[in-house]
């Protein structure tokens, strides 16, 4: 069944015969997300608030997304059991020092290619963001092949030094809000503090949910920072009709961050 997300940001049934659309919409729906952080310089087993305990990756190694055997298109992701929420590296460089990397495979994920259109789209946006968060270093990207969901994940990161994961973090840690965007649209945003991973730092998930009387579509990256890192993960749906969903939420996000995340992130 197609998937809507409702008005208070969690799934719930579609009208009959709705489809997910096909249009430019919920692309530009993205970048106005991925402008949140995706610095393209550009779980443990309780559940954080915003998320549920499971997701389209499993959270516990060894099942893919469609509940069989992991696949390369199908991939596990793993357990982000031990992190310590909240637990951030001292900004001065002090803690576990990583550095950023973008393998071709990366959680079972293979890079793949985006529209061209899109990827200048979220870059822009994405630097742009980037530079309000005086996050600068050696930039990272990746365009992983989500084929189970029919969406894209869009990975960018910044390798540098001196971040202070506690400021990075409350930066994009803003209240809930909504507005009307004059052509109909109903826009509300969220922030919900997210487990980060076994490498600790700061994480957190910020969603756009965007409305009218056509669709409903939610779009949410998730991101990490510690003292060396700062880097962000992004599904978008491909708007090539291979996807039955309309939208991805913190529960569907977070579990592909720290999986990609243990793939893209080793010590230095």
Not at 20 to 38: E, I, K, M, T, Y
Not at 79 to 94: K, V
Request: aromatic residues 6%.
């Amino acid at each position: 069944m197609v998937r809507s997300i409702s008005t208070a940001g969690r799934p719930g049934p579609a009208p009959a015969g709705r489809r997910p659309p096909r249009s430019g919409r919920v692309p530009a729906a993205a970048c106005a997300l991925a402008a949140l952080f995706l610095v393209a310089a550009c779980g443990s087993s309780g559940s954080f608030p915003g998320e549920a305990s499971g997701g389209p990756a499993a959270q516990n190694g060894g099942a893919s997304q469609s509940g069989g055997a992991a696949a390369p298109d199908a991939p596990a992701t793993r357990n982000g059991a031990g992190a310590q929420n909240g637990a951030a590296p001292p900004a001065g460089g002090g803690g576990a020092a990583y550095v950023l990397s973008a393998p071709p495979v990366a959680a079972g994920y293979r890079q793949g290619q985006p529209p061209a259109d899109l990827i200048q789209k979220v870059d822009s946006d994405a630097q742009l963001y980037a530079k309000r968060l005086g996050v600068t270093g050696t930039p990272v990207h990746g365009y992983y092949d989500d084929r189970a969901q029919g969406a894209w994940i869009f990975y960018s990161g910044v390798t540098g030094s001196g971040f202070d994961p506690d400021r990075l973090h409350e930066a994009l840690n803003q209240p809930p809000a909504t507005r009307n965007d004059g052509a109909g649209d109903r826009i509300s945003t969220n922030a919900v503090d997210t487990d980060p991973g076994p490498h600790g730092g700061r994480a957190i998930c910020n969603t756009v949910l965007v409305q009218n009387a056509m669709l409903t579509t939610a779009v949410t990256t998730c991101s990490w920072f510690t003292a060396t890192t700062a880097a962000g993960v992004s599904l978008i749906i491909k708007g090539d009709g291979t996807s039955t969903k309309v939208g991805f939420t913190a529960a569907d996000v977070a579990p592909v961050m720290r999986a990609i995340r243990a793939d893209v992130e080793h010590p230095r």
